[in-house]
C-alpha cells in the first residue's frame, strides 16, 4: 500500500500521527508531494524522518523551489518570507540538499503525482469545477489520476477527459475547517481512500508559539482552527 503525504510543513507531531496511522494499514511504500519543512516549528526534524521512510518517491513543492532560491513569485505579506528565512536558518546543508532539486513530478502506474497541477507548483484545482480546469491539467499522457496538494483542502472529483483529480489534504497545515491530518492511501490494486488522523494540535501551536516569531504565531492559529483566518 502506497501512503500519499502532501504538505507536511514542519508539524512533526501531525507527521508522526499520519506515519503510525499509515503503517497500522500496511504502508509499505510513500508518495512525499512537497512542502515539507517550512512554516513549520521542527523542520529538520521532520526531514530527518522522512528521509528514514522505505522506499519512498519525492517531488519539490513550491517551497523547496523557494528555498533553493527561485522566490520572484512569494506572496507578499509578514508570512511567507519570514518563514522561508527561518527554514533556511533552522535546516542544516544535508536537509537542505535532500529536498532542494527534487523532480516536480512522478507517475506510479496511472496516477499523475504534482504539487499544484502538472505543469505548475503554484495554480492548483478547486474542489469545484472552474472553467480552466482543462488548461491546468494540460497534456498528462495517458494518466487515468492526478494526484496535488498546495491548497491545503482534501477533496476528490472528476476532472476533464476522465481523469480523476485528488487532493490528499495536508498532513501538517489543513485549511479545510478540519484541524486533523489530512492524506491518502492507495492499494496495489489502485483502490484510493482519503484519510484524516486526529493529533494534539496544541502541542503543535505551542511549539509555532515559542519560535517567538509572529508569522508562527499567526501559523498556530491556523493550526488549531484547521484554516486560514
Known amino acids: 500500500m502506497l501512503a500519499v503525504l502532501y504538505d507536511v510543513h514542519g508539524n512533526l507531531p501531525a507527521l508522526e500521527a499520519v506515519l503510525e496511522d499509515a503503517q497500522r494499514s500496511g504502508a509499505t511504500r510513500y508518495l512525499l508531494g512537497g512542502d515539507y519543512a517550512a512554516m513549520g516549528a521542527w523542520p529538520i526534524q521532520t526531514v530527518t524522518m522522512l528521509s528514514a521512510l522505505p522506499d519512498a518517491l519525492w517531488i519539490a513543492g513550491n ?3 523557494w528555498l533553493a532560491g527561485d522566490t520572484h513569485d512569494v506572496p507578499p505579506g509578514p508570512i ?3 518563514a522561508i528565512a527561518a527554514e533556511a536558518r533552522d535546516l542544516d546543508d544535508t536537509s537542505i540538499a535532500r529536498i532542494v532539486g527534487l523532480p516536480a513530478t512522478t507517475q506510479d502506474g496511472t496516477t499523475l503525482f504534482c504539487h499544484a497541477s502538472p505543469h505548475s507548483d503554484m495554480i492548483s484545482f478547486s474542489p469545484t469545477v472552474e472553467p480552466e480546469d482543462g488548461e491546468r491539467l494540460g497534456d498528462v499522457a495517458g494518466a487515468q489520476r492526478v494526484v496535488f496538494g498546495h ?3 482534501q477533496f476528490r472529483r472528476p476532472g476533464p477527459e476522465g481523469v480523476e483529480l485528488v487532493n490528499p489534504g495536508s498532513v501538517g497545515l ?3 475547517g478540519d484541524p486533523r491530518a489530512a492524506y491518502a492511501q492507495i492499494t496495489d490494486d489502485g483502490d484510493l481512500t482519503l484519510h484524516r488522523v486526529a493529533y494534539d494540535t496544541e502541542v503543535t ?3 509555532l508559539e515559542g519560535m517567538g516569531e509572529a508569522w508562527a504565531a499567526t501559523i498556530a492559529t491556523w493550526v488549531r482552527e484547521g484554516r486560514a483566518s
Open 63 to 65: 517551497h523547496e523551489r
Open 174 to 176: 489543513p485549511l479545510d
Open 151 to 153: 491548497t491545503h483542502i
Open 205 to 207: 501551536a505551542a511549539g
Open 80 to 82: 511567507v518570507r519570514p
